[in-house]
């Protein structure tokens, strides 16, 4: 009995996908849940499994054809089976018109090639002044998509390696950071506020009781530490919880706060923990985990990337003191926090070594001023440092 191999709807939002790389061929046998194909949105790129058993018979959509949610894509079945019969609908005859010469008549305005275009492609279009008449669209019924521009883009930049120089690709998702980041910066006044932060409190805390909670399975990175000390801030200054509407601020219902992972040279992703303020650490821990794992194996789902509200961007992994980071639109405010760092201070004029760590603010100033800036990110060291 033969399989559909079927596009998934891969979010309440996402209705298409881009089939980016089959990781099978006709006539090779695959087992149920074995990784078949990657499906690239404009978020994410995910493995789909195989829905069962059996042996690749046909593959029906090419790689980098974006197709609608619901598309069949090929069958699954026993070697030598037929294939079943692809409903199409057959045209009509076409009847002649009696045609009344003395009636006027007024030709229909020619369709636009591609049919509909996204606002997402007629500003991308714009912004590189490319002819959509010139692209051949790969989405349903012709329509021209964000990754067909981003293709033609590509394929006529102009060769500008150096003589001696290696070709590297610009892969789609560098072009859409770059898009996006460019955008970004064009869009928001940024400016960024430096505080230091005492990280003692905490430390203490997560060497307390990390080897319990490592043998629970919840293990607990800093990290965690400064999500939940951010989304208690967003509580108090629901400001930085906003995006710039038009004439108008909204102030998010949710604090849902994207951690930035990075990809190495593959670019980067922003997996988002939802309903942050709700959730007591562990769970924040455990949750932060999972989607961190699942990133880096290009596991994530459309939705996890989606509807974030602040985001954290913790370069401190690597090293670096502090970053003035960009803001991921369309919020208006990021956190970078630095590398934890053990340092002299001073208390109480005397010089003691404390663990200490930068955190930088960028934040949108046409919706927020630097004193309202410096409050919350007062409030986040506060929470900080006083960890119990």
């Known amino acids: 009995m033969t399989t559909e191999i079927i596009m998934p709807k891969l979010g309440e939002s996402v209705v298409e996908g881009t089939v980016s790389k089959w990781l099978v061929s006709e006539g090779e046998s695959v087992q149920e849940f074995d990784p078949i194909l990657e499906v690239t949105t ?44 692809i409903a199409t609908a057959e045209p009509e005859p076409e009847i002649p018109p009696t045609v009344n010469p003395s009636a006027a008549v007024t030709p229909d305005p020619p369709k636009k090639r591609g049919g509909f275009i996204s606002p997402v492609v007629a500003r991308l279009a714009a912004e590189h002044d490319v002819d959509l008449k010139r692209i051949k669209g790969t989405g349903q019924g012709g329509r021209i998509t964000k990754k067909d521009v981003e293709r033609f883009i590509s394929e006529n930049a102009p060769d500008t390696t150096p003589v001696g120089g290696t070709n590297k690709p610009w892969t789609p998702m560098r072009q859409a950071i770059a898009e996006h980041m460019v955008r970004s910066k064009h869009t928001s006044a940024h400016v960024t506020t430096v505080f230091e932060v005492d990280m003692s409190a905490v430390v203490g805390h997560h060497q307390e009781h990390k080897a319990q909670l490592d043998r629970d399975g919840s293990k607990i ?10 989304a208690a801030a967003l509580q108090d200054h629901p400001i930085l919880n906003s ?10 219902d949710d604090i849902n706060i994207g951690v930035a992972v990075s990809l190495g040279e593959n670019g980067l992703i922003v997996p988002v923990i939802k309903h942050a303020a709700r959730k007591p650490l562990v769970e924040t821990a455990r949750e932060l985990n999972d989607l961190v794992a699942r990133a880096l ?36 405010a990021i956190m970078g926090i630095g590398a934890v760092q053990k340092r002299p201070v001073v208390e109480q004029d005397a010089i003691v070594v404390r663990p200490m760590a930068y955190l930088t603010l960028s934040f949108d ?22 960890w119990a």
């Open 42 to 85: 404009d978020k994410v790129d995910t493995e789909i499994p195989a829905s069962a058993s059996g042996t690749i018979l046909k593959l029906l959509v090419q790689e980098g054809t974006s197709v609608q949610a619901g598309t069949l894509l090929g069958w699954i079945g026993e070697v030598g089976e037929g294939l079943p019969k």
């Open 221 to 230: 990175t800093l990290t965690a530490y400064f999500v939940a000390a951010s």
């Open 243 to 252: 995006t710039l509407l038009e004439d108008k601020i909204v102030l998010k």
């Open 297 to 332: 194996a290009q596991q994530l789902q459309p939705d996890e990337v989606q509807d974030g509200t602040f985001t954290i961007t913790n370069h401190g992994v690597s090293g670096s003191l502090f970053a003035t980071a960009i803001i991921n639109q369309p919020q208006c």
């Open 365 to 386: 100033h046409r919706i927020i001023d630097g004193a309202i800036a410096n409050t919350f990110l007062a409030k986040v060291k506060s929470v900080l440092e006083s």
